[in-house]
């Protein structure tokens, strides 16, 4: 009976572990084919940037590194580009979009 429950627990586990491999190929080009083009991925990677700065401006004016009246010029221009960047990706995708009919 416990050898019966180990090999049981054995599989299962190994099941799970090789999941990422047994994907078909349709699973992986399928989720290939959501990657999104380069301009798309590259405005996302300056959107995750200008995100981390923030989060460091923040952490800086925090840890006292900043002053309250640099950080408010800071954080007021990182946002603006930060909005500027996600303008940017919204009309990306949109252009990317086939058009409705």
Request: glycine residues 4%; aromatic residues 4%; hydrophobic residues 45%.
């Amino acid at each position: 009976m416990e050898l019966a429950l180990a090999i049981v627990l054995v599989v299962a586990v190994a099941w799970f572990v090789t999941a990422p491999l047994r994907r078909t190929a349709g699973e992986g080009s399928a989720a290939a084919g959501e990657i999104e083009d380069p301009a798309i991925a590259e405005l996302e990677a300056r959107k995750e940037a200008k995100y981390r700065e923030i989060r460091d401006a923040e952490l800086d004016r925090e840890q006292g590194k900043l002053s309250q009246a640099d950080w408010k010029r800071q954080d007021a221009e990182l946002r603006r580009d930060a909005i500027a960047i996600l303008k940017e990706l919204d009309e990306a995708r949109r252009q990317g979009r086939p058009a409705a009919r």
